[in-house]
């Protein structure tokens, strides 16, 4: 199903907003489903000030082409309407015909109910699961800095580590928003994927300050320092925290409202931000455990794009891991001890400062600010790992016809570091002349390589030509702003099956 979203588009609700649901996504886009309000967003209609009542906005949202009023009573009026003649039941047909259409396709007149799982293959496909939420928060895992090769941490030098922050020991800031209830102890935090990791270290804990709120924080900052001063190495976990608490209101509009007593609350639904800066005391709680000299690995949960400025300039590591999920302890302890070689790229392009947004690796050359580069703190498909790898060359030929692909690019790279690693061999292009530019450069494909030491590979690209003729430039390398290997061709000349 398409479900309508609560902002207006012109001044009108999407809800209810013919041109988009019934012009543009079944006349131009041919969609033939279901289309259902999000929550309450029929009552928003309302609230919008756009209709008087429940009635009338049931048969506005229903005449442009919502079949379904999610959770609302909206649309408990319509009998009534159709009786009064003020809405055609044929309307009202044409939205049940939609969804007995969508059970029938479904088979649930047929078979309404599941097959239920045996208890044995339950527990097997809960085993399978829990390890792939773990494999996938490794390769989610993005390592920023690495300054004097603190990363990854040995286990026979760090005999008492502290792992501290606001996010260092909170089950459900490791997951995102709408996360259903979990029981205790299945989310693994960076506490308890250390304390299991390290069993031979002494691992001591100080929460320091919380995500939002800074009440207590100058005892819990104080508390977090004589923690560090012990310890051989830091885990500071920062960033913010999609957790509710189950209470949800919803505003008028019928989006969700966090209640006040989540004070971690600071991304998600109903959480807009005026800044990038981190929130609450961890600031002062960054610069009070920099203060220590006692190495500092950063790590950064968050579920959207933070400051990290200041974590870049005093932190001898910095990751971020997002909101990692339920196994994200685990896997970021696996990581900082070398168990995983980090892998994880930039899906974005991270910002020194509000002010700069927007900001994307598309944009192409942007010019410096009086006070700070326009360039991005990290540009988007960055990330370290435990190795280096050489880009060695690059060579582009005709691609295969029988799978329709114009272009073929094939780009060596070799793993000249120490120990065995992932590289995520990023391929770009540009178009030199356009009848409309809209893009510097874009991404048209990535490949990620496992690489022993010293052992040398080839990532192969097969490019459709969905392009104009002329001149491009393909480029390719480890990020968006590291591209050792250019070479420039001209289409469709170089194509020659």
Do not use: H
Not at 373 to 395: E, H
């Amino acid at each position: 199903m398409v479900m309508t979203s609560y902002n207006t588009v012109d001044g009108i609700p999407v809800t209810c907003n013919a041109f988009l649901l019934d012009t543009i996504l079944r006349g131009q886009w041919g969609y033939d489903g279901v289309v259902i309000s999000d929550l309450y967003s029929v009552n928003g209609i309302v609230g919008a000030g756009v209709a008087s009542d429940l009635r009338e906005a049931a048969v506005m949202a229903l005449t442009a082409g919502c079949d379904i009023d999610l959770g609302g009573s909206a649309y408990r009026r319509l009998a009534q309407a159709v009786r009064d003649g003020d809405v055609d039941e044929a309307l009202v047909d044409r939205a049940v015909a939609r969804v007995l259409r969508l059970k029938f396709a479904l088979g649930l007149f047929e078979q309404p109910y599941v097959d239920e799982i045996p208890a044995e293959t339950s527990q097997e496909v809960l085993a399978g699961a829990v390890a792939l939420a773990e494999e996938v928060a490794q390769e989610g895992i993005v390592l920023l800095e690495n300054r004097d090769g603190v990363l990854p941490l040995s286990r026979d030098d760090i005999r008492r580590i502290a792992v501290i922050g606001p996010n260092a020991d909170m089950p459900y800031n490791m997951l995102g928003d709408y996360t259903a209830p979990q029981r205790e102890g299945k989310v693994v935090t960076v506490l308890d994927g250390l304390r299991s990791a390290m069993p031979e270290a002494e691992v001591l804990y100080a929460r320091g300050c919380a995500v939002r709120d800074t009440a207590g924080a100058a005892s819990g900052i104080a508390e977090a320092v004589r923690a560090a001063e012990q310890a051989d190495a830091v885990v500071l976990v920062l960033g913010g925290s999609s957790a509710r608490d189950f209470r949800t209101s919803y505003a008028e509009t019928g989006a969700a409202v966090a209640s006040v007593q989540v004070s971690d609350m600071e991304s998600g639904e109903g959480m807009d931000r005026a800044t990038l800066s981190l929130t609450g005391a961890q600031e002062a709680l960054l610069r009070a455990v920099a203060a220590t000299d006692t190495p500092i690995i950063t790590v950064f949960i968050q579920g959207r794009p933070l400051d990290m400025t200041l974590a870049s300039e005093l932190s001898d590591a910095l990751l971020t891991a997002w909101y990692p999920g339920e196994r994200g302890g685990a896997a970021l302890a696996s990581v900082l001890l070398g168990d995983a070689n980090p892998s994880g790229r930039l899906p974005l392009s991270v910002p020194r400062d509000a002010g700069q947004l927007p900001v994307y690796y598309q944009q192409g050359r942007v010019n410096d600010y009086a006070d700070m580069p326009g360039s991005p703190l990290y540009p988007f498909g960055y990330g370290l790992g435990y190795t280096t790898f050489s880009y060695d060359s690059i060579a582009v030929s005709a691609g295969i016809p029988s799978a329709s692909a114009l272009v073929r690019v094939e780009v060596t790279v070799t793993n000249k570091g120490g120990c065995s690693g992932s590289e995520v061999v990023q391929l770009y292009l540009r178009d030199e002349v356009v009848s409309a530019r809209v893009c510097d450069k874009r991404l048209v494909g990535f490949q990620k390589l496992n690489l022993a030491p010293g052992e040398t590979a080839v990532a192969v690209f097969d490019l459709d030509a969905d392009i104009e003729p002329g001149t491009f430039t393909i480029m390719a390398g480890p990020s968006s702003a590291d591209l050792p290997l250019v070479k420039t061709v001209r289409y469709p000349e170089f194509i020659k099956f």
